[in-house]
């Protein structure tokens, strides 16, 4: 059964930083393009930051630029979001996705695999 679960979500002061964890159980991680989305309350989905198979290509939204950065670890099968000086408009549920197309892409419905996702609450 293919798996991703989130984890590493919270309540974080603006400015905070927090890292997300995406574990991957089924299928082996490297294999597919890779992507963090976030949706908050009554908003669309927006994807925030991307990564092709192979690392050649990343992309992240202009709101999170220089701020998030996404990286997997293929021993542990698993993708990471380092979300540093967040603001309260990054608060969002956030979700790991998985592709077949091997692709980087920002667009959440090239997306075939999702987790559940992680809530990100940024509050003084």
């Known amino acids: 059964q293919l798996q991703l679960v989130e984890s590493g979500g919270g309540l974080v002061q603006p400015g905070g930083s927090l890292r997300l964890s995406c574990a991957a159980s089924?299928?082996?991680?490297?294999?597919?393009?890779i992507g963090w989305v976030r949706q908050a309350p009554g908003k669309e989905r927006e994807g925030v930051s991307c990564r092709s198979k192979n690392g050649g290509s990343t992309s992240s939204a202009d709101s999170v630029k220089g701020r998030f950065t996404i990286s997997r670890d293929n021993a542990k099968n698993t993708v990471y979001l380092q979300m540093n000086s967040l603001k309260p408009e990054d608060a969002a549920r956030y979700f790991c996705?998985?592709?077949?197309?091997?692709?980087?892409?920002?667009?959440?419905?090239?997306?075939?695999?999702w987790g559940q996702g992680t809530p990100v609450t940024v509050s003084s």
């Open positions: 996705a998985a592709n077949p197309y091997r692709w980087c892409s920002l667009g959440p419905e090239i997306y075939t695999y």
């Open positions: 089924g299928f082996t991680l490297s294999y597919y393009g």
